[in-house]
């Protein structure tokens, strides 16, 4: 099970960092991903993280601003989002998928195997 925290509402410019708390055992077997869904739109992805934590991809949109990271300890995974604009306003999931890859993020095209429930993040103009 995925849970996600620390969405809200926040002005363009400003910053939010969100976690994604995972009730496994093996979270490490686990690549990590974070995907939105905007009003209107269809989900995309963000950010995808590999096992490791090493390897890191992200959408075009978000590069430079977002950062996907995790601490295998905590089974969490997190994603800071800095320079917030209007059209981030999305709810976004968190999602993990069982890999035998530890060094490689599975990216937008990874197959996913869970979902968490989704957190709003709305950026006022």
């Known amino acids: 099970q995925l849970v996600e925290f620390g969405g809200g509402l926040v002005q363009a410019g400003g910053s939010l960092r969100l976690s994604c708390a995972a009730s496994v055992r093996t979270f490490s077997l686990y690549a990590m991903a974070w995907f939105r869904q905007g009003p209107g739109k269809e989900r995309e992805f963000v950010a995808a993280i590999s096992r490791s934590g090493g390897s890191t991809n992200y959408a075009d949109s978000v590069k430079g601003r977002f950062t996907i990271s995790r601490d295998n300890a905590k089974n969490t995974v997190y994603l800071q989002m800095n320079s917030l604009k209007p059209e981030d306003t999305a709810v976004y999931y968190c999602?993990?998928?069982?890999?035998?890859?530890?060094?490689?993020?599975?990216?937008?095209?990874?197959?996913?195997?869970?979902w968490g429930q989704g957190t709003q993040v709305t950026v006022s103009s």
């Open positions: 999602a993990g998928g069982l890999t035998a890859q530890y060094y490689t993020a599975l990216g937008s095209n990874g197959r996913y195997d869970y």
